[in-house]
């Protein structure tokens, strides 16, 4: 029997409307007394603005957003999804899932949905699982979704945090193929590292149990994420039995300029061949791989017949990658 593969149908991405520049950030945290300043947070993040979701908007109807355009890109209707994975770290609710609860308002009922919690590295993780479910004829078509309202999680005193991230989702519809496609993906996670990234906080008896708001050791995580990115990037193209040669485009998680230079440079890879929107986005967590892909489809950075690898770093700690043959 021919080998069953996935490929990328199609992508589609959402932001909200709202844009806040540094500039507007750094004006709305003066009037709480917190100090910062653009060329700051330019200086060693790179980021000149982020999009924040208004208060009543939730991460499924971002995500319900990116998922239509991801499909309108794959001509494939709803009702034709397998299997519905939604990677975020800031649900609508408790339970139901976010999967679910795009899964409704699709309008279609059925196929498997769930969530993937990895933090900025569920994208990554969601993209294995469905390339996973797929290679072994499980399902033939899945809508793979990042979808994060991150400035829910944000302590608008810290100013070590708040400045780095927003809000945004993407998506992507896998399909089988005879070709790849997704030509390996390797997934790490190191919970013994849980305390230098975390929201700790949860819901107990009705009420919020400890602090949901983004705690950051930055050095801490910034060193680690260096390492883990250079190391998985290895891993992966060793798995593929293939050099960082190979690769037309790297898509890294959109958190911090620095850390994406750095992970270029250990590839040997000139930074034109990296898709950056962390300028404009901010750190989107789960979205930010999604939202960096289909932006470089869409602006025809990225053409069909290139190879791209897309890596996650994230809270948990988790860490992942993914080379796809376009
Ligand atoms: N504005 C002005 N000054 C600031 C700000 C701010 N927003 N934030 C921190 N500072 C100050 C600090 O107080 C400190 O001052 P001090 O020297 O007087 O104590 C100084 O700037 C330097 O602080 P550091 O934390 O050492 O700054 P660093 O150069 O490490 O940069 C940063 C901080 C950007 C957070 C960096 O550590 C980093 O990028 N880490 C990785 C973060 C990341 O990528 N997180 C997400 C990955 S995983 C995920 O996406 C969930």
Redesign the pocket.
Known sequence: MANIYSRIAGTGSYLPPNRLTNQDLVRQLAERGI???NQ??VE??GIHARHFAAPEVTASELGVQAALKALEAAGVPASDIDLIICATSTPDMVFPSTACLIQQKLGVGGQAAFDVQA??SGFIYGVAVADAMIRTGAVRRALVIGAEVFSRLLDFND??TC??FGDGAGAVVLEASDQPGIVASCLHADGRQSGI?CAPGTVSGGSVLGDPTVK?D??G??KL?VTVLEQVACEVLQVAGRDASCIDWLIP?Q??L??MHSTARKLNLSDDKMIVTVGEHG?T?AASIPLALDHAIRNGQIQRGQTLLLEG???GFTWGAVLVDY
Request: glycine residues 10%; positive net charge.
């Open positions: 100090e910062t300043s700051w947070i060693r993040t933090v900025c100013r070590t400045v780095l990234l950051m930055g050095r995580v910034f994420a998680h958190a911090n620095r850390i750190n967590s770093v994230g809270g």
